[in-house]
């Protein structure tokens, strides 16, 4: 009897036994641990596929980041060795105008703090006003570079991009410039404006194609203490690369200041048609989401700058028709004078950049009576120095905090739920 009882027992306990073993063979489900699997997952995809723009409104509650994100149109270069001056632009487009209101200026380089005013005794890098001086530049300079334009209701951050390359490739940074033959023009040496001392006569030094400018003939003349080069009865021979050189002293070391000119000569014909100088590139970087103002910069000489019409296509559109929302609009044209010289420049704003705009084709084109010239270019997305994805850390951490603890759990709750199932 005490036998048949032990048999009956042992019996159901195999088939217990089989159970477990089928169990831990198959995949246990669980409907709390498939909530939490699903929630993580959930989590994971809205931190990569969230809207920025809800970052963005996040940021514009906080008081240590800022709304807007305008990547600079022009990228600056310099020469190792050489002053540098990085101005930070004070762009007037809608409420980005600081010129009536107090603020404060912050520079930073890959969004890692940097001086505001010199701290060492004698540092290489400091800001003054509202330019950023390297008294000299070198190689490792290069970069992205961010001012931030903060008052008690606003902020604004700027990207400026700098490169510095050896002196031997100085042709590779040149400025372009245009005269017309036989006719007198100038040359002028650019970007001088800040290095200039008042207290000392401005003495420049020119060379064509690395030869000295003989100004002593009839062809060439360095007008005094200015940054000119008369050149008189202008011809084609006259094209080619120009450098002018000044001396700049600060704190008791003498230091050279070197601009390359690109010289373009113009048959006489083409004296009144439109010559697009800007963009200079086929392509502009910028960040997604960011605030970009890309300028349309058009050489008319000494045309009048009612006779011509400057615009925008994407895609050969209209602006305004393929962008209906407002996302991407012209700026106010802007008619100025330079060395003489007409320029119109009508700016594209996109507000903010958006991944199709990566796509789109873009032409800048000038016409008037006499001429007609169409420019491409394109929008490619660069690095983004903007602070959204800094709110993203945190999020996509506590996530993986959160869905590990669930998994543990899970696990946890399985381990126990088999032993228990066995121990029966």
């Not at 990207?159 to 033959?181: D, G, M, N, R, W």
């Not at 070391?253 to 048959?267: S, V």
């Not at 006779?307 to 700026?331: F, P, Q």
């Not at 951490?397 to 126990?416: R, S």
Request: glycine share 4%; charged share 25%; net charge neutral.
């Amino acid at each position: 009897m005490k036998a048949l009882l032990t048999a009956l027992q042992e019996k159901p306990l195999g088939k217990r036994m089989q159970n477990q073993r089928l169990q831990d063979a198959v995949p246990h489900f669980s409907p709390s641990c498939f909530f939490w699997k699903m929630t993580m997952l959930l989590l994971v995809i809205c931190t990569y596929k969230m809207d920025v723009s809800a970052f963005r409104i996040q940021r514009v509650e906080s008081t240590e980041n800022c709304q807007d994100h305008i990547m600079h149109f022009k990228h600056y270069f310099a020469l190792r060795g050489e002053p540098v001056i990085l101005k930070c632009p004070s762009f007037k487009y809608k409420h980005l105008d600081f010129s009536s209101h107090p603020y404060n200026l912050t520079w930073s380089k890959n969004d890692s703090k940097m001086m505001t005013s010199g701290g060492d005794e004698e540092p290489r890098i400091w800001a003054q006003g509202d330019a950023l001086w390297f008294l000299p530049a070198s190689l490792e300079d290069s970069g992205q570079y961010i001012c931030s334009r903060r008052n008690s209701s606003y902020c604004v951050d700027i990207s400026i991009h700098l490169t510095v390359i050896q002196k031997t490739a100085a042709h590779e940074i040149s400025y372009p410039q245009i005269l017309f033959t036989f006719t007198s023009g100038k040359l002028v040496c650019p970007d001088l404006g800040d290095f200039i001392q008042k207290e000392t006569d401005l003495e420049l030094k020119w060379y064509k194609d690395s030869v000295p400018v003989d100004k002593d003939n009839a062809k060439f003349k360095s007008l005094k203490n200015t940054s000119f080069l008369l050149i008189n009865s202008v011809s084609s021979r006259d094209s080619g690369y120009y450098t002018c050189e000044m001396a700049f002293t600060y704190g008791g070391a003498q230091y050279n200041i070197t601009r390359t000119i690109q010289l373009q000569t113009l048959d006489q014909e083409k004296r009144f048609s439109p010559e697009i100088v800007y963009p200079d590139q086929k392509t502009t970087l910028a960040a997604l989401d960011s605030k970009l103002i890309l300028p349309c910069k058009v050489f008319i000489g000494p045309s009048k700058h009612f006779h011509t019409a400057v615009m925008w296509l994407a895609n050969d559109t209209y602006i305004d028709i393929i962008y209906k929302e407002g996302r991407v609009t012209e700026g106010e044209r802007l008619e100025m004078i330079e060395n003489d010289e007409n320029y119109i420049e009508v700016p594209l704003i996109f507000d903010p950049v958006k991944e199709i705009d990566f796509y789109t084709d873009l032409k800048c084109e000038a016409q008037n009576s006499y001429g007609r010239q169409v420019l491409p270019t394109r929008v490619k997305q660069g690095a983004s120095s903007s602070l959204w994805h800094i709110a993203i850390i945190p999020v996509a951490l506590t996530c993986l905090i959160l869905g590990g603890l669930c998994m543990h759990k899970c696990w946890k709750w399985k381990a126990d739920n088999g032993y228990v199932i066995a121990k029966l």
